[in-house]
DNA sequence: GCCTGTGAATGATTTCACAGCA
DNA sequence: TGCTGTGAAATCATTCACAGGC
């Protein structure tokens, strides 16, 4: 109970949501922090910890009831409404992001694709037609949209993160392999699956 | 300069090298601590301290040069070989996985591709014979593989993960939405756009 | 003078341990 | 009794600040 939370727990949440997810589908009711701590390896401690920034959800000598915690969290997180998206770069990258299924699960949406090259732009990606770059701020703007999740190479991600923030975006899904600069306000995400597999060779010797 | 090097460190290493490969693109040979800090985003005590895990890499009154320390990193990380690797999943992600070329740069190779069902092994995806899973221990066992991709849906991630640890992979690439379980000398990092959505949408008020 | 490498200081996060409630 | 919520303690990570080499 507290008034700033830490940026880490925050990003432990969505575990929490995954697994209780999980747990209300198989139609369990009641979990306790030790239960919990074993779906997303975490210990009971730290998850009551966790809770208890936001509030008190448990019930003492039982645990936390799925739905109500689920349902806090959901809301918590801003998960109780739709999210629509942008997606920059319509490359071989930028069409399986706009064909991956796992977004809309859970109210993300990519409502509108964009592209520099004039080859592509006009023509359909997916179910969306391929906007020009340049029409991104309008775009953005006109309908408060703030996510943008990027698709292009590493040497156009800085630029194209800066006409993102300027059009208004908060938040960011960067899949360049390269940590943009932005402004404190603005949140940035990166997808690095190479930058993954090289923290892991390291341990394997 | 020490005995046992933090998880955390390790984590930013590979941020170092693609810093370090741009730079050495652009021909500059040498760079401060706070110049590098500059490009991931770090303070120069940091990046100093992390590297001073390592021994010592810099010249003092002049910063480090660009090949050496790349040269350095490299070789901490296991990046002066080819790492093959297995895919489990050759559904629309596992395809898009095979797909992406940003392996490759990095010397990381995706050899072989598994699927339980029947209807896909056998057949081609990519420039890969898609083969059955149960091949997978006698295949990676063979081979000497460490690292497998996992991109099947969630419920049969902890399933396959097992598997994979029995093969005798010591680090896995998880695409499922899922915590999966692992021995502690087994290492897994997870690839989970949507909770990274989910943990930015937070702040969005 | 400039910039590294590194102990010491600070700050953040996790774990402990237990009071208190159902 | 069983399990939460939470201060206090312990651990871990970052930042400071400066001695020392080029």
Redesign the interface.
């Known amino acids: 109970m507290a008034g700033q939370i830490p940026d880490i727990v925050?990003?432990r949440?969505?575990?929490y949501?995954?697994a209780l997810e999980?747990l209300a589908r198989e139609k369990v009711e009641l979990v306790s922090s030790q239960e919990l701590g074993g779906?997303?390896?975490l210990t009971a401690a730290q998850i009551r910890k966790d809770l208890s920034y936001f509030g008190k959800f448990g019930k003492q000598g039982k645990g936390y009831g799925v739905a109500h915690l689920l349902l806090g969290l959901r809301r918590?997180?801003?998960?109780d409404r739709e999210?629509p998206?942008v997606l920059i770069g319509v490359g071989?990258?930028g069409r399986?992001i706009l064909?991956?299924?796992?977004?809309a699960?859970?109210g993300?949406k990519i409502v509108a694709a964009f592209d520099t090259d004039p080859k592509k732009t006009g023509k359909k990606a997916g179910s969306l037609v391929v906007r020009p770059f340049d029409e991104i701020e309008s775009y953005t703007r006109e309908r408060r949209i703030?996510?943008g999740i990027i698709a292009v190479p590493?040497k156009e991600a800085q630029y194209v993160v800066d006409r993102l923030v300027k059009a208004g975006v908060?938040?960011i899904?960067n899949y360049a392999?390269?940590?943009a600069?932005v402004p404190k306000k603005v949140?940035q995400?990166e997808?690095?699956?190479?930058?993954?597999?090289?923290?892991?060779?390291?341990?394997?010797?």
Chains 1, 2 share one sequence.
Do not use: C, N
């Not at 918590?76 to 998960?79: A, E, Q, S, V």
């Not at 064909?99 to 977004?103: A, I, Q, R, S």
């Open positions: 925050v990003l949440l969505p575990l949501v995954r999980h779906h997303v390896q918590i997180l801003g998960l999210w998206m071989r990258l399986a064909g991956y299924e796992g977004f699960a859970q993300f703030s996510i590493a908060r938040a899904l392999p390269i940590a600069r949140k995400r997808i690095d699956p190479v930058a993954e597999l090289e923290s892991m060779t390291y341990y394997l010797k």
